[in-house]
T-cell receptor
């Protein structure tokens, strides 16, 4: 099956701990994205990447970090510097950055920090 | 940075009725896309309409685009309980990054 996988589906962490969310795609897409979604809210862009070893900050990058060492993988680390990390995190990919393409989304990871 | 805004925020209808939701945006676009999100899941792409198109159909979905008014509408005909979900419009923002509104929450009662 082609698509995007995110793991784990649910994640619980204590305050002060860093946590890494996994995102893998086998669609051979160049562009990948991380969004954060809070209850009743839209999607806010955290980071995006259009090519291996390159990534750009989105609207709410503070307290987060990413890497793009492989085309198919774009993990997100939520650091202890993120003031309010509890949220639903969505990873997405797209065939290209420019041009008209649809986005493909993973199933999401719900992170709870206490 | 938010570009599109959906309206209404919430919509409750009976099975068999039509559901209409709207999206307004601020700057010129070359395409607009609609997505569906079931509770606790990722988004699923429904339909894409380009700026030179006025209307597009896909099954029970009908999307219109009025670039002069900077607005789009999504019509779901003969709604089913399975259509219960949140619906988002997405428009290209800076660096062609898709930006999403807060969505319309649709509940279809059986």
């Amino acid at each position: 099956d082609g698509g995007i996988t995110q793991s784990p589906k649910y994640l619980f962490r204590k305050e002060g701990q860093n946590v890494t969310l996994s995102c893998e795609q086998n669609l051979n897409h160049d562009a990948m994205y991380w969004y954060r979604q809070d209850p009743g809210q839209g999607l806010r862009l955290i980071y995006y990447s259009q090519i291996v070893n390159d990534f750009q900050k989105g609207d709410i990058a503070e307290g987060y970090s990413v890497s793009r060492e492989k085309k198919e993988s774009f993990p997100l680390t939520v650091t202890s510097a993120q003031k309010n990390p509890t949220a639903f995190y969505l990873c997405a990919s797209r065939a290209g950055l420019a041009g008209i393409y649809e986005q493909y989304f993973g199933p999401g990871t719900r992170l709870t920090v206490t | 940075s938010q570009q599109g805004e959906e309206d209404p925020q919430a919509l409750s209808i009976q099975e068999g009725e039509n559901a209409t939701m709207n999206c307004s945006y601020k700057t010129s676009i070359n395409n607009l896309q609609w997505y569906r999100q079931n509770s606790g899941r990722g988004l699923v792409h429904l339909i894409l309409i380009r700026s030179n198109e006025r209307e597009k159909h896909s099954g029970r979905l009908r999307v219109t685009l009025d670039t002069s008014k900077k607005s789009s509408s999504l019509l779901i005909t003969a709604s089913r309980a399975a259509d219960t979900a949140s619906y988002f419009c997405a428009t290209p923002g800076g660096s062609y990054i898709p930006t999403f509104g807060r969505g319309t929450s649709l509940i279809v009662h059986p």
